[in-house]
């Protein structure tokens, strides 16, 4: 795997995205449905790569119409969200739709981003929050969205791509200690972001 980052060549023009826009939007649908896992009752984990974030970056230019003065923008947001070659990076969502209980719920995650880890085997991959900006706020309140890297070791990723042990994705947050074990389509399809 050779790592990329997005470059202004690789960005189609709004006009002919939007031509293509409904087959793109359905080709990444179908990607990321392989690149996701729901942990406990309101996290999702949507692990990022280089076609998620390619779309991410598409998606902003046209839907705020900002042109080339937008490119460098969305470029210095999403490609950082692109794994190296030897992470994982998930974006995670905490998804309530009840707008009461979410801020009740995210008024208890403060810190949550400190508190995510991969486990394969008995190796323990401990989540490395984006430090852009701070994502839980001094009254204990958390983002409902946070950016997580996952740096593993070379034995680790060995062990994650042999299929030996089970995986698992989890928070031991106080409030949040919540685990899922990820499904073979999902180890498959993030087993291509290792170099």
Request: net charge negative; aromatic share 8%; no cysteine.
């Amino acid at each position: 795997m050779t790592v990329r980052k997005i470059e202004p060549s690789d960005i189609i023009a709004t006009a002919e995205y939007a031509k293509l826009r409904a087959d793109r939007r359905r080709q990444i649908a179908e990607v990321k449905k392989n690149r996701r896992l729901e942990v406990g009752p309101f996290a999702t984990f949507y692990f990022e790569s280089f076609d998620t974030m390619l779309h991410q970056v598409h998606e902003m230019l046209f839907i705020e119409k900002g042109g080339a003065e937008q490119l460098p923008d969305e470029l210095a947001a999403y490609n950082p969200l692109i794994p190296t070659g030897s992470e994982l990076v998930a974006t995670v969502m905490f998804e309530i739709d009840d707008p009461l209980r979410r801020a009740r719920v995210l008024g208890m995650l403060g810190g949550v981003e400190h508190k995510a880890f991969i486990r394969v085997g008995g190796e323990t991959i401990r989540g490395v929050p984006e430090d852009d900006q701070e994502r839980s706020r001094e009254d204990g309140k958390a983002s409902s969205v946070q950016f997580i890297r996952f740096p593993f070791t070379t034995p680790q990723i060995e062990a994650f791509r042999s299929g030996a042990a089970d995986i698992v994705v989890g928070f031991d947050h106080a409030n949040y200690g919540h685990m899922a074990v990820m499904p073979p389509n999902v180890r498959q399809a993030l087993s291509g972001d290792f170099a």
